[in-house]
């Protein structure tokens, strides 16, 4: 079965300062998705950033981006110029392609973000 | 464009009840996915329904069970309702058949068990 782990229970930054989240992952397929999701204290879960496995290029998208070492089984998300809007918990979400849309979540990562 | 919606947004039930979760998918989405969330927990996948029909499960017994209709909206119903069943459950829907199969999230249920 496909696990991830996220090992850092809580991280805080400095406004304006970057900080990078982990993400490990198991698997034993090829092909498959990672996404990072963000859950403010209103619950709704909201995508950050999809990497395809394919792709060797790490996806990024304003300030946030990823660093993806697929053979490391490594997925981090690196944000830059924190916000305070960016406080929230973080998952890191893997999918098996062909498998729907089942998603598999990690314990999540408290980020703060201290003005 | 109509985003994810659930209701009721919270609920408070007796150990024993049965109770019914409602979602709503967001509009050309056919796939319809609920997941468990604990508290201080990621979101664990129930199960998901894809054209009415349920489309895989995940590790949950089955007095977990749930409906897809005709117009894509979705239920959850858990039975005999278990101190453990305390929690936030999410819905998510995507345009199966269409990849990447992105999800888009509902803001929750949260359901406490006494």
């Known amino acids: 079965a496909q696990t991830v782990t996220q090992s850092q229970p809580e991280m805080s930054v400095q406004e304006a300062e970057t900080v990078t989240l982990s993400c490990t992952y198991d698997?034993?397929?090829?092909?498959?998705?990672l996404f990072w999701y963000k859950q403010p204290p209103s619950r709704q879960m909201i995508l950050v950033i999809r990497?395809?496995?394919?792709?060797?290029q790490n996806a990024t998208e304003n300030r946030f981006s990823v660093n993806f070492q697929k053979a490391a089984k490594s997925f981090s998300l690196k944000i830059s110029d924190s916000q305070l809007g960016d406080a929230a918990m973080y998952f890191c979400a893997y999918r098996e392609d062909g498998s729907g849309s089942r998603l598999t979540f990690g314990e999540g990562t408290q980020l703060t973000v201290n003005p | 464009e109509t985003g994810v919606t659930q209701s009721p947004t919270h609920l408070i039930k007796t150990r024993g009840q049965q109770v019914t979760l409602r979602c709503s998918s967001q509009?050309?989405?056919?796939?319809v996915s609920w997941y468990q969330q604990a508290l201080g927990q990621g979101p664990q996948f129930i199960f998901q329904?894809?054209?009415?029909?349920?489309?895989g499960r995940g590790n949950f017994p089955p007095r977990f069970s749930g409906l897809q209709f005709p117009n894509y909206s979705s239920e959850l119903n858990v039975n005999a309702l278990e101190l453990d069943d305390s929690a936030l459950y999410l819905c998510?829907?995507?345009?199966?058949?269409?990849?990447?199969?992105?999800?888009?999230f509902g803001p929750g249920t949260r359901l406490t068990v006494t």
């Open positions: 509009s050309g989405h056919n796939t």
């Open positions: 998510a829907s995507s345009a199966g058949g269409i990849p990447p199969y992105e999800q888009y």
């Open positions: 990497q395809e496995a394919y792709k060797q």
């Open positions: 698997t034993s397929e090829s092909d498959y998705y």
């Open positions: 329904y894809y054209r009415e029909e349920e489309n």
